[in-house]
């Protein structure tokens, strides 16, 4: 018990100095992103030995690029947040973004003043690591999930029978260019390989093309495509150009969630290329076929549901379902196809906003801000948090992300995107 207490202890004693010695109770932790996934027991230990500290207004939390020491729960009262640019924006206690901590990377993207007098509470950084409900190495079925009879036949399935799962297989031409570039073919060769689809070649070389690669001269070859783009980028692309047949099925109950999957996949793998192209701190083929394949999991799933009688074809259930499978799943698919440890990771993570496994930015991080960003304007913030808060934002280098900045991207990078996704799509 004394080391899970440990996540929550004060970054310095000069705080309880200044605690107003306001209370906190389990039912306040409760409300707050990740901590309400911690036990009662806990929840109640930490309520029992903590109190909130009160700040007068005008005071600076911290100030931006200055390194974190602990996450930060506003708890009442109203904090400005201004980037470097002097962008700001305000989260005030009570609202849908206060349930997050309004800091939890290694360093602050921000300079959080506080409007009015306010109360916090600081936590140690490490409860970032606490476990998600959607972010298991295994299926697990959570009480409020107990009726959901398509769940429970997956994993018993999934469970049960050595993960023999109805997984699709990559097309040809993305198997056998991979297995070539990995015994370093020339350039020629891999050429050879990308022509034998000529669907496949002439997709490559609309890619080259497109508004995500600034150039003047247009490739007129498959060659030229891939001279342009590089071997190990034409290799992911190749891939992502030939997995839109895996997101077919002919059971019309399943049809629309996987045409509406393939869809999302694709909006997210632009957003992941605009942002890898911007940062520059990971390769954007790379990170657009990471946001492709981050919710691979699903395909396997709804191939299951498509088989079961027609009385199992809940729409609710299925809904429910995904977000619980889709990760252990998808970790599975992307081990049999013989993926990178770090497209796995994606696959496994890239849903826990707070997941934060290395130092650098990885492609699960891009994949994880790329999906904030699509999630932005799309659905209820009541379980969003702040893209500026989150681990991930954090470790981005001369580049800072608002919701204002964050707006600007999705605006700018729309017509690169809306010309990318219609290569993908046909």
């Given at each position: 018990?004394?080391?899970?207490?440990a996540?929550?202890?004060?970054?310095?004693?000069?705080?309880?100095?200044?605690?107003?010695g306001k209370?906190?109770?389990?039912e306040?932790?409760?409300?707050?992103?990740p901590?309400?996934?911690l036990?009662?027991?806990?929840?109640?230990?930490?309520?029992?030995?903590?109190?909130?500290?009160?700040?007068?207004?005008?005071?600076?939390?911290?100030?931006?690029?200055?390194?974190?020491?602990?996450?930060?729960?506003?708890?009442?009262?109203?904090?400005?947040?201004?980037?470097?640019?002097?962008?700001?924006?305000?989260i005030?206690?009570?609202?849908?973004?206060?349930?997050?901590?309004?800091?939890?990377?290694?360093?602050?993207?921000?300079?959080?003043?506080?409007?009015?007098?306010i109360?916090?509470?600081?936590?140690?950084?490490k409860?970032?690591?606490?476990?998600?409900?959607?972010?298991?190495?295994?299926?697990e079925?959570s009480?409020?999930?107990?009726?959901?009879r398509?769940?429970?036949?997956?994993?018993?399935?999934?469970?049960?029978?050595?993960?023999e799962?109805?997984?699709p297989s990559?097309?040809?031409?993305?198997?056998?260019?991979?297995?070539?570039?990995?015994?370093?073919?020339s350039?020629?060769?891999?050429?050879?390989?990308?022509?034998?689809?000529?669907?496949i070649?002439?997709?490559?070389?609309e890619v080259?093309?497109?508004?995500?690669?600034v150039?003047?001269?247009?490739?007129?070859?498959?060659k030229?495509?891939v001279?342009?783009?590089?071997?190990n980028a034409t290799?992911n692309?190749?891939?992502a150009l030939?997995?839109?047949?895996?997101?077919k099925?002919k059971s019309?109950?399943?049809?629309?969630?996987?045409?509406?999957?393939?869809?999302?996949?694709l909006?997210l793998?632009?957003?992941?290329?605009?942002?890898?192209?911007?940062?520059?701190?990971?390769?954007?083929?790379?990170?657009?076929l990471?946001?492709?394949?981050?919710?691979?999991?699903?395909?396997?799933?709804?191939?299951?549901?498509?088989?079961?009688?027609?009385e199992?074809?809940?729409?609710?259930?299925?809904?429910?379902?995904?977000?619980?499978?889709?990760?252990?799943?998808?970790?599975?698919?992307?081990?049999?196809?013989?993926?990178?440890?770090?497209?796995i990771e994606?696959?496994?993570h890239?849903?826990?906003?707070?997941?934060?496994?290395?130092?650098?930015l990885?492609l699960?991080d891009?994949?994880?801000?790329?999906?904030?960003?699509?999630?932005?304007?799309?659905?209820?913030?009541a379980?969003?948090?702040?893209i500026?808060?989150?681990?991930a934002a954090?470790?981005l280098?001369?580049?800072?992300?608002?919701?204002e900045?964050?707006?600007?991207?999705?605006?700018?990078?729309?017509?690169?995107?809306?010309?990318?996704?219609?290569i993908?799509?046909?």
């Amino acid at each position: 018990m004394n080391g899970i207490r440990a996540f929550f202890e004060k970054s310095q004693a000069k705080r309880k100095a200044q605690n107003g010695g306001k209370a906190i109770t389990p039912e306040m932790l409760k409300q707050l992103f990740p901590i309400r996934n911690l036990n009662e027991e806990i929840l109640q230990s930490f309520a029992t030995e903590n109190h909130v500290e009160t700040l007068a207004a005008d005071s600076v939390l911290f100030n931006v690029n200055q390194e974190a020491d602990c996450a930060i729960y506003l708890l009442s009262g109203t904090v400005i947040l201004a980037d470097h640019t002097g962008k700001s924006y305000e989260i005030t206690a009570g609202s849908a973004q206060s349930k997050f901590p309004i800091c939890s990377g290694v360093k602050h993207t921000a300079t959080a003043t506080a409007k009015t007098e306010i109360d916090i509470l600081r936590v140690s950084l490490k409860i970032m690591l606490t476990p998600s409900r959607l972010d298991h190495g295994h299926l697990e079925i959570s009480n409020e999930l107990s009726n959901n009879r398509l769940l429970a036949l997956f994993v018993e399935h999934f469970q049960n029978s050595d993960h023999e799962l109805e997984i699709p297989s990559l097309p040809e031409v993305a198997i056998n260019l991979r297995k070539a570039i990995q015994k370093d073919v020339s350039i020629d060769d891999a050429v050879k390989i990308i022509q034998l689809d000529p669907a496949i070649s002439a997709k490559l070389i609309e890619v080259a093309n497109c508004p995500l690669y600034v150039t003047m001269i247009r490739a007129k070859t498959c060659k030229e495509a891939v001279v342009r783009i590089g071997l190990n980028a034409t290799r992911n692309l190749v891939i992502a150009l030939s997995l839109k047949q895996i997101f077919k099925n002919k059971s019309p109950l399943i049809k629309n969630h996987l045409e509406n999957l393939w869809k999302q996949s694709l909006y997210l793998s632009g957003l992941c290329h605009v942002l890898a192209s911007q940062t520059q701190q990971q390769n954007p083929e790379s990170a657009l076929l990471a946001g492709l394949v981050c919710d691979i999991g699903v395909i396997p799933f709804l191939n299951f549901t498509a088989n079961l009688p027609v009385e199992y074809h809940n729409d609710a259930e299925i809904e429910q379902a995904i977000p619980i499978i889709k990760g252990p799943v998808g970790a599975v698919v992307l081990k049999e196809w013989d993926f990178a440890e770090e497209f796995i990771e994606v696959a496994k993570h890239s849903s826990n906003w707070y997941q934060n496994s290395d130092a650098e930015l990885t492609l699960t991080d891009i994949v994880v801000l790329s999906r904030l960003h699509a999630l932005i304007g799309k659905q209820s913030t009541a379980d969003l948090p702040a893209i500026s808060a989150i681990p991930a934002a954090s470790k981005l280098k001369n580049f800072s992300l608002s919701p204002e900045n964050t707006l600007a991207i999705l605006h700018d990078a729309k017509a690169k995107i809306h010309e990318a996704l219609s290569i993908f799509s046909t």
